[in-house]
């Protein structure tokens, strides 16, 4: 379980610059070159007309605000953006998706997300979905924490790394956004057996229900990749039994008529990536 740390103590980190902390020079000519390809590739992107996409975000900080929204736009130049029940109830009922549509969903509960990212939907009224680890609610990772760094990749050196309060996604969920499980404590469930896996799921569904007044049907396990961070027929087994309506990966790609509600496949955003970067990984023109 997370330790809190006293906000006095480090300020809340409001920036990515302070996220990813220093960039070597290599690093940085990793990224332009990684750029370049992602240019040339998305000349050649293919459409994924009549399909839900579900573009996810970690954090969105204050350097990212306008990113963000210049990126909600640029979906809304190519289709129409739908809340997470009912994307879920189109793929559920085996609808025929008739048009481009994005579900925004973000992992981990960061207090970026909530003081960032929800009033820039709220007032393009887009609805989001806010996967929480029910047992970091309320807590502030100090910099250097092993924690923040090898599960978040936290680098800062002077702030803390700030997750929601209860009192935060209690907001979220009364102004309309869902909030979904993201585990307890952000464990590969591959690493855990049935029961400790459950328990995993279960209790962050049960914190959640108590702390919102609302039910809690929608899970997304830690890391994200079937087979490798998960087990995605046992996981399925347990979030059905525990009354979920969906669970959803960290596999690329759309999500077509007939798509698996229980293996939802979505597409890992940074907010200050171009249009070129949209293009190739959400398959816009």
């Known amino acids: 379980m997370a330790m809190s740390t006293p906000s006095s103590i480090h300020p809340p980190t409001r920036t990515l610059t302070e996220f990813i902390g220093p960039v070597s020079r290599s690093a940085r000519m990793r990224s332009i070159a990684r750029d370049i390809a992602l240019r040339l590739l998305s000349v050649r992107s293919q459409s994924d007309q009549n399909s839900i996409r579900f573009p996810f975000y970690h954090h969105i900080f204050e350097d990212e605000q ?83 760094r090898t599960v978040f990749g936290f680098k800062g050196r002077k702030t803390a790394l700030d997750f929601m309060s209860w009192k935060q996604v209690r907001e979220l969920a009364e102004s309309g956004f869902t909030i979904g499980s993201h585990t307890a404590d952000h464990i590969c469930l591959a690493d855990l057996d049935d029961e400790a896996a459950g328990n995993q799921i279960s209790k962050s569904k049960t914190d959640i229900e108590k702390n919102t007044d609302q039910q809690c049907i929608h899970f997304c396990p830690p890391y994200g990749i079937p087979g490798k961070h998960f087990d995605l027929k046992r996981e399925t087994a347990t979030v059905k039994d525990l009354g979920f309506a969906s669970l959803v990966c960290g596999v690329r790609g759309p999500n077509k008529t007939g798509a698996n509600p229980f293996s939802i496949k979505r597409d890992h955003l940074l907010a200050n990536w171009g249009q070129h970067q949209l293009r190739y990984f959400l398959g816009l023109d």
């Open 66 to 148: 306008k990113g963000f929204t210049r990126q909600l736009k640029e979906m809304l130049n190519f289709g129409d953006f739908i809340g997470l029940d009912n994307a879920v109830a189109i793929l559920e009922e085996d609808l025929p998706i008739d048009g481009r549509y994005f579900c925004i969903t973000f992992d981990d509960g960061l207090a970026s997300c909530a003081w960032s990212a929800a009033p820039i939907l709220s007032e393009m009224q887009i609805p989001a979905a806010f996967y929480v680890i029910s047992n970091f609610v309320d807590c502030s990772l100090p910099p250097g924490d092993p924690i923040a």
